[in-house]
């Protein structure tokens, strides 16, 4: 740091712009550092904060008076200031709610950027996403949350193809993050009764230009080592520590509001893991004085809960004596209603009573919500026993389909070529559906050439990729093949990325390798596929699955067509969501909650190929994609797979391939381009966070501000 150069006077606020991850999702923003300098900015994995300590003086005196330069630098500057305003925005058009008692948002991950890795996957997307639309939208809004120090492990593959996870400190200067100030200018710390000792927690915040996240970490030196290590990894621990992180997301969460003098008007629990908040508010109004039913209800009027997984495993239980372990020192305000709050987790999964995280967000919510409309059904069968003792109201849980935030991931090739034919302002009113049908207009042949550099962008990113990992990690010849120096530039190419786990079926493709080995080799039609993906550390399923992808990989009868590509992030997601043709959804049915990377394809006219399961039901709508069906519902595994693998092949072969390479004269696929069209235009304004997070201001944040205000 101590040899970087100063920046002139003039472009000073380049800090500012770069500790704030609004730039994250503003074309205007990044643009300033890619002409800043193009090359640092593609060393640092484009992360600002990183690279201005990297640039030259004689760059930055070059800059400083450059018309050019300072015309983009000083509107990204006037925007910013304005977000963080947040004057004149939808929300102060909306309501006359004002700005003191914000949404407090609760997730215990948040993908933001991939230089701050404190996320694992959709969850955390989703959760990102909807903190960026939350300051486009104007909301008041707080996010609330972890800093992991070590993050979500790198991925890495030894020869044989077996996953390793690799932990890495975080270094903070190379982040979008500073320390917190408490009420008196202070760092803030914050305390946590943990067991029958208390944990001290120091608190970060990142910024995203209206709003702000506060994320928690207990690596202080007051604390002991087993205690520091609490916060260190995501989904890193056993269950006791799992416990813990939840003990300290929810009182912890609460209790850094309340440093800070921030009194939310709403609380939302975006999945279980945050819902010992509930405990705390309770407490909180137990010691004011109230009954434990009235402070219950009280709490109930203002919390909603978004559930997020149909797989009975994904919500997180716990035996009663773990978590009394662990909130002994919590108790000492419940007096006798212990027992009370007890009983508002358990809950029978079939294989006995346990503390469910889930049962207890939704006893003490008063909007529920699912992530698609078919996840709705799904839940509303799953947890019928409990819907039932709810208090009755017209939609015990709702259904608020998710979406992607459109314009951050959105390619700026498409963007650019979006900004000819839409109006000028269509990314302010971008889930407007009528604004989208001027994409019919663009000419085919310039769609089709924004789709070729799309795709091409992609392949070079990944072979550079392999090319960085042989170079300077002295990968093997094998890793370097399976990580997709074979593919071709011009191939039709399927992308799988997502989770390595059982349920998403990576390796359904290749029930019949005949089959598809013949898909893949035509050699005037050749197919490839991409795979990314982490498995989680301990789910040795997803670790097989991904070692017989590799496998395949280098083995000679798939021709070198099919590619892994490691540590899948936020950075490898928005090269493939945007360069692949194809984007291949193949979970067993109905275990996708919703799924998001098919939306951010679908956006960038990469056509889905997906099981009817998650949001594609309601994002099908003929013509913009293809829907796996296999036509059969099977109860047993191995019959359900053998029919969807057929369907599928059936698609690609009858369908997709021929859609793809039947040319005119001007080697125009014109049947697949009017599909991307079809595709960009159905799915880019319906399954947009600006139209998610309107329907969550309408049906959940605003009924739980009124339920507070008849109240008081
Ligand atoms: C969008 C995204 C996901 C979510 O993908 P699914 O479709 O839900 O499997 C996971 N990880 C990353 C990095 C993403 O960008």
């Not at 773990?322 to 987790?345: I, K, N, P, Q, Y």
């Not at 093949?481 to 011009?490: D, E, H, R």
């Not at 990325?497 to 050699?523: G, H, Q, S, V």
């Not at 956006?603 to 997906?610: I, R």
Request: charged share 25%.
């Amino acid at each position: 740091m101590s040899e970087s150069s100063p920046i002139p006077e003039r472009i000073a606020g380049l800090h500012d712009l770069a500790t704030d991850l609004w730039w994250v999702w503003h074309n205007d923003a990044r643009e300033v550092f890619r002409r800043l300098d193009y090359k640092v900015w593609r060393l640092t994995a484009h992360n600002p904060v990183r690279m201005l300590p990297l640039v030259g003086a004689d760059r930055f005196a070059e800059v400083a008076i450059s018309p050019a330069f300072l015309q983009i630098y000083d509107e990204a500057m006037r925007q910013l200031a304005a977000a963080r305003a947040g004057a004149d925005t939808w929300w102060s058009g909306r309501t006359g709610i004002d700005r003191s008692r914000p949404i407090a948002y609760f997730s215990a991950e948040f993908a933001l950027h991939q230089s701050l890795p404190i996320y694992a996957g959709g969850l955390g997307v989703l959760a990102g996403d909807h903190c960026k639309e939350a300051s486009d939208l104007g909301l008041p809004f707080i996010g609330v949350g972890f800093m992991y120090p070590q993050g979500y492990f790198h991925q890495t593959i030894t020869a044989d193809g077996w996953q390793e996870e690799v932990y890495e400190q975080i270094d903070w200067a190379h982040t979008a993050t500073q320390r917190a100030k408490g009420l008196d200018g202070q760092d803030l710390v914050i305390v946590v009764p943990l067991g029958n000792r208390t944990v001290q927690v120091s608190v970060w915040q990142v910024k995203l230009g209206g709003v702000s996240l506060y994320l928690m970490d207990t690596n202080l030196p007051e604390n002991a080592p087993w205690d520091r290590e609490l916060s260190a990894r995501l989904y890193g621990g056993d269950r006791e520590t799992r416990v813990q992180q939840e003990v300290i997301l929810g009182i912890g969460g609460v209790r850094v509001l309340r440093a800070l003098g921030v009194d939310p008007g709403v609380w939302h629990l975006n999945e279980g893991h945050a819902a010992f908040v509930v405990l705390q508010r309770i407490r909180e109004l137990l010691e004011q004085g109230s009954s434990f039913a009235d402070a219950h209800e009280e709490v109930r009027r203002s919390t909603v809960f978004t559930t997020h997984t149909p797989v009975p495993a994904g919500h997180d239980a716990f035996p009663f004596h773990m978590v009394e372990t662990h909130l002994a020192g919590c108790w000492g305000g419940l007096g006798s209603h212990r027992e009370d709050f007890l009983a508002l987790g358990r809950f029978d999964n079939g294989h006995g009573t346990l503390f469910n995280m889930t049962a207890l967000a939704m006893r003490s919510a008063s909007g529920i919500n699912a992530v698609s409309q078919l996840h709705g059904h799904v839940t509303r069968q799953m947890w019928a026993p409990l819907i039932d003792e709810l208090p009755p109201q017209p939609e015990p849980v709702k259904a608020v389909t998710n979406g992607v935030h459109m314009t951050n991931w959105l390619s700026l090739e498409l963007s650019r070529k979006l900004d000819q034919y839409l109006p000028a302002d269509w990314r302010a009113r971008h889930d407007e559906t009528a604004l989208w049908d001027a994409v019919l207009r663009i000419p085919d042949e310039e769609l089709w050439e924004t789709r070729e550099r799309m795709r091409s962008y992609m392949y070079h990113f990944v072979r550079e990729r392999i090319r960085d990992r042989w170079v300077r990690e002295n990968a093997t010849a094998a890793r370097v093949l399976a990580g997709g120096t074979l593919l071709g530039q011009n191939a039709l190419t399927i992308g799988f990325a997502r989770r390595m786990t059982a349920y998403k079926r990576p390796d359904l493709i290749f029930k019949d390798p005949d089959r598809l080995a013949r898909l893949l080799n035509d050699p005037r039609r050749p197919v490839q596929i991409v795979f990314a993906g982490k498995a989680h550390p301990a789910d040795e399923g997803g670790k097989h699955a991904l070692q017989g992808i590799y496998r395949r990989a280098l083995d000679p009868r798939f021709g070198g067509r099919i590619a892994f590509v490691d540590d899948y992030d936020l950075h490898v997601a928005h090269y493939l969501v945007q360069g692949c043709d194809v984007w291949l959804n193949n979970p067993l049915k109905p275990l996708e909650a919703s799924g998001t990377s098919g939306m951010k394809a679908a956006a960038n006219g990469v056509l889905n190929v997906s099981i009817g399961d998650g949001w594609w039901p309601e994002g099908f709508v003929g013509g913009n994609g293809w829907l796996i069906d296999p036509g059969v519902d099977h109860t047993d595994r191995d019959a359900q797979d053998a029919a969807d693998a057929d369907a599928l092949y059936r698609v690609l072969e009858t369908e997709v391939v021929p859609a793809f390479y039947e040319r005119d004269a001007q080697d125009i696929p014109r049947r697949w381009v009017r599909m991307v069209k079809e595709s960009i235009r159905s799915v880019a304004p319906r399954f947009s966070t600006r139209r998610m997070l309107k329907e969550y201001v309408e049906r959940m944040y605003l009924p739980a501000y009124e339920a507070r205000t008849v109240r008081r």
